[in-house]
């Protein structure tokens, strides 16, 4: 595991969220089964990638110097 990567773009993480989330949701009474809670983790990591190619796009449109 040598490559680096930023936290947010990590499915352990997100998984870890959800299953945090799930977890008070259950204790609210509200239950999130095996399936949905691996769908919201990739979907969750889906969406944080675009926004950071949308932010990253917006930086480079913006930025007041070349790439050299």
């Known amino acids: 595991?040598?490559?680096n990567k930023p936290w947010y773009l990590s499915k352990t993480i997100w998984a870890a969220?959800?299953?945090i989330i799930a977890t008070?949701?259950?204790f609210?009474?509200?239950?999130?089964d095996d399936g949905l809670r691996e769908s919201l983790s990739s979907g969750l990591l889906q969406l944080?990638?675009?926004i950071?190619?949308?932010i990253t796009i917006f930086g480079r449109v913006?930025?007041?110097a070349k790439i050299s």
């Not at 609210?28 to 999130?32: A, M, Q, Y």
């Open 52 to 54: 950071a190619g949308i």
């Open 28 to 32: 609210f009474g509200i239950t999130i």
């Open 62 to 64: 913006s930025a007041s």
């Open 1 to 3: 595991m040598n490559e």
């Open 48 to 50: 944080v990638t675009a």
């Open 24 to 26: 008070l949701a259950a």
């Open 17 to 19: 969220l959800v299953s």
